[in-house]
């Protein structure tokens, strides 16, 4: 379809017009909900593309979630009652739960081949209570009969409680994960360059981002708590100054989870060190017989 001038400087209207009503944040956000989008459908395109969806099934069944869930949250949002919408993104959220998990028992057994499988199983179990105990320990935790859930609202906070824990104990595993890869995976077949140790690297710099972030919500509640309890005159500044933060705070990490995705896109364009020599070895046809002589 081609545009004409005025059609041309209609549309640049209204892109200043809503650039002009939208706080600076604002547009940074969108910009970066842009770039994250289609940083996952590059992601997706380079993963099926060179044949990296073979080996990393979950890990491409985690990107297409994720990004099936940030489009969905844009075109259902304002257009589905909430009770559904809610219900719709907790589905995902729990579904997304369950994937990165097994992204990273499928990275621990590509990370650590020829290990044998008693010590396998031992580091496992020790990291995932590590990391549970790490969870228990990290409140809030509201007591069952506080969630009600023989209802639907009940239901939902149930939903949402599983999906942030479950987010929360998915980072911890892969932050552990990735300090075990980056130590002893040179021994094995996750060494510098190897796809396994790049997926690795980019998972456990975005979890420990959501970590930090959450340390910092966790402590700005104390400290909003304080400010309610102790009803100080400028306590309503203070509060939007802890508001600001966070949610700068939260930009940051949307930003970083973006450079994480650029990293994904390159080393899962590049082939692994050794992967030309092995294409070569490796003979494309089987070689023609020559007919038998006759006698």
């Known amino acids: 379809m081609h545009l004409t001038v005025m059609d041309k400087v209609k549309m640049l209207n209204l892109i200043a017009s809503a650039l002009y009503h939208s706080s600076p944040i604002e ?4 910009v970066i909900w842009t770039l994250t989008f289609a940083g996952q459908l590059v992601l997706l395109v380079v993963l099926l593309g060179r044949g990296r969806a073979q080996r990393f099934p979950f890990f491409t069944a985690s990107i297409g979630l ?3 869930r940030l489009i ?9 009652a909430q009770l559904p919408l809610q219900t719709t993104l907790l589905t995902f959220s729990n579904i997304s739960v369950i994937v990165s998990l097994l992204v990273l028992v499928e990275l621990a057994r590509r990370g650590f081949v ?3 499988r008693p010590l396998w199983i031992v580091n496992s179990v020790g990291l995932v209570l ?3 105990g790490m969870l228990a320990e990290w ?6 009969s506080s969630l009600a859930v023989d209802t639907v609202v009940g239901k939902l906070r149930l939903a949402q409680l599983v999906a942030q824990k479950g987010d929360l104990f998915v980072a911890a595993l892969t932050v ?5 890869i980056l130590v002893f995976g040179r021994q094995f077949k996750a060494g510098w360059r190897s796809h396994t140790q790049s997926i690795t690297i980019g998972l456990a710099v975005a979890a420990a981002s959501l970590l930090a972030l959450q340390v910092y919500i966790l402590r700005m509640q104390a400290v909003v708590q304080q400010i309610i309890q102790a009803q100080q005159p400028n306590g309503r500044q203070e509060y939007q100054r802890i508001v600001s933060q966070a949610g700068t705070l939260v930009t940051i ?3 970083l989870f973006v450079a994480v995705l650029i990293w994904w896109i390159v080393w899962m364009w590049l082939d692994e060190p050794g992967a030309a020599e092995q294409s070569q070895a490796t003979p494309d046809s089987t070689p023609n017989q020559e007919p038998p002589q006759a006698a």
């Not at 547009?27 to 969108?30: E, G, H």
């Not at 969905?72 to 589905?80: A, N, P, T």
């Not at 409140?139 to 069952?144: A, D, V």
């Open 27 to 30: 547009i940074i956000q969108r």
């Open 66 to 68: 994720l990004a099936l």
């Open 72 to 80: 969905l949250e844009v075109l259902l949002s304002g257009r589905m």
């Open 114 to 116: 020829g290990l044998h």
């Open 130 to 132: 590590l990391a549970g």
């Open 139 to 144: 409140g809030p935790w509201p007591k069952w």
């Open 176 to 180: 552990g994960l990735g300090v075990l």
């Open 253 to 255: 990490h949307q930003a």
